[in-house]
């Protein structure tokens, strides 16, 4: 009846550097498309918590404190017992990681001294060993930590350690996307001047609050919607038409222009033409 030759191969290792890369890239879609921080920062932790077996958290920096920003597996009670941990050489893993600014491992919370204050909560809770890596910026500057806890004592392997230092880079990316946009959506709603984006051919894109209010409108969007529609006062939508008519890299002019309601203002306006590179 013949033989069959048959090969085994064990394709672990392979299988899992492929999931790890499909996380990561589902990870960086998160943060690259502007969506919720939560939705990136819960798209690391499970990651890391699939991989590891383990349970994960990140706590985040403010003054000298630390915030817990996603820990969908730990228990409220323990949460809430690390909300507002102080950034300290004996304050657990975390407030020592931050404040040592490096890797801290705890491979047992029970006779770890750092972790005296919460040894009882976090025995109770299961959460045996803990390791915390700081989470930076890209100057460098920590922006808050990443533990990961096992319910056993338990030491990372190199492969651990690069996998958790692969999920803090990603969260530094989130935070600092997050506070990026932050800090641009409060200039733009505080800012004297009116600023404004529009795209050849289609027209006005993008205007902040006290552009909205110059041309005598009371949100952006309600200048977007009318603009749109082209309707109005006929000088008006002159106006808007010549803001987005510059075909020239960049301007600086003064010009009548005119509101909502037809009165008119003096207006000093500067473009700048940003194409796309070739």
């Known amino acids: 009846n013949g033989e069959v030759l048959g090969v085994v191969r064990d394709v672990t290792a392979r299988r899992a550097a492929e999931e790890q890369m499909a996380w990561h890239t589902r990870a960086l879609e998160a943060i690259a498309s502007g969506g919720p921080l939560d939705t990136a920062l819960l798209e690391i932790v499970r990651g890391i918590e699939r991989f590891l077996g383990a349970r994960a958290a990140l706590m985040v920096t403010r003054g000298r404190r630390l915030y817990v920003a996603c820990a969908p597996s730990l228990p409220p009670e323990y949460a809430t017992l690390a909300d507002g941990l102080e950034i300290g050489p004996a304050m657990g893993s975390c407030g020592a990681a931050a404040h040592h600014d490096m890797l801290v491992v705890t491979k047992d919370t029970r006779c770890d001294p750092n972790w005296a204050p919460y040894r009882t909560e976090a025995e109770a809770q299961g959460l045996i060993a803990c390791w915390s890596l700081p989470v930076h910026a890209a100057s460098g500057a920590v922006l808050g930590t990443f533990a990961v806890y096992h319910d056993h004592v338990h030491e990372p392997s190199t492969a651990d350690l690069a996998l958790l230092q692969r ?44 552009c909205a209010s110059m041309f005598g409108y009371a949100t952006p969007t309600e200048m977007l919607r009318e603009a749109a529609a082209r309707d109005g006062d006929a000088q ?36 700048t033409v940003v194409r796309d590179a070739k």
């Open 167 to 210: 999920a803090a880079i990603l969260t530094g990316l989130a935070l600092e996307r997050e506070q990026r946009e932050g800090l641009l959506a409060s200039i733009q709603a505080n800012v004297s001047e009116g600023l404004f984006r529009f795209v050849p051919e289609v027209g006005l894109v993008h205007v902040n609050p006290a």
């Open 236 to 271: 008006h939508r002159d106006s808007l038409a010549w803001l987005c008519g510059t075909e020239t890299s960049t301007r600086l002019l003064e010009r009548r222009l005119h509101r909502r309601d037809g009165s008119p203002f003096w207006a000093q306006v500067s473009t």
